[in-house]
Nanobody, 126 residues
């Protein structure tokens, strides 16, 4: 079955950096667009970034543009989220996700994703 396993979260001071990784198995990774989402306490899960299956296009939420970078390594079946200039408002649980079908767009709604990782906590202190 499909498994997505996030890692790389932690506690960091404002202005610091973290790199999240999401290792995928059980699917032909190179065919799937992938998304990173986050959910803060009391808030809905929201898109952070997404990358098309081809790797040629990416999408970012306005709140992270210029600070976060999504990338993928198909040889390692892994998608990354490099987070720089972190702010306290970036504190959340971060999830990676894959849609039900391959060769699709990189969607921005969590409702368009079928497979989810368990999440990794990112805490940014001020």
């Amino acid at each position: 079955q499909v498994q997505l396993v996030e890692s790389g979260g932690g506690l960091v001071q404002a202005g610091g950096s973290l790199r999240l990784s999401c290792a995928a198995s059980g699917l032909t990774f190179s065919r799937y667009s992938m998304g990173w989402f986050r959910q803060a306490p009391g808030k809905e899960r929201a898109i952070v970034a997404a990358i098309w299956w081809s790797g040629g296009s990416t999408y970012y939420a306005d709140s992270v543009k210029g600070r976060f970078t999504i990338s993928r390594d198909n040889a390692k079946n892994t998608v990354y989220l490099q987070m720089n200039s972190l702010k306290p408002e970036d504190t959340a649980i971060y999830y990676c996700a894959a849609p039900a079908r391959y060769w699709t767009d990189a969607y921005s709604s969590p409702n368009d994703y079928r497979y989810w990782g368990q999440g990794t906590q990112v805490t940014v202190s001020s």
